[in-house]
């Protein structure tokens, strides 16, 4: 699957309704990101896990 970049709102100084508009039309990468984020145990991640991933 291709994700093709659209111009951020926010960067590009448009208004707020633009703004809802673009993060309206992204809702389901948005809800899936979210779930994704509920799913994940942090508890069970190491501190060097962190680190690595920071200095990658």
């Given at each position: 699957?291709?994700?093709?970049?659209?111009?951020s709102?926010?960067?590009?100084?448009?208004?707020?309704?633009?703004?809802?508009?673009?993060?309206?039309?992204?809702?389901?990468?948005?809800?899936?990101?979210?779930?994704?984020?509920?799913?994940?145990?942090?508890?069970?991640?190491?501190?060097?896990?962190?680190?690595?991933?920071?200095?990658?």
């Open positions: 699957m291709v994700l093709k970049k659209a111009p709102p926010v960067s590009s100084g448009r208004g707020q309704k633009e703004q809802l508009e673009y993060l309206y039309a992204r809702r389901s990468a948005i809800d899936s990101l979210i779930r994704s984020l509920q799913e994940y145990d942090l508890s069970r991640m190491q501190w060097s896990d962190f680190e690595k991933r920071k200095t990658a």
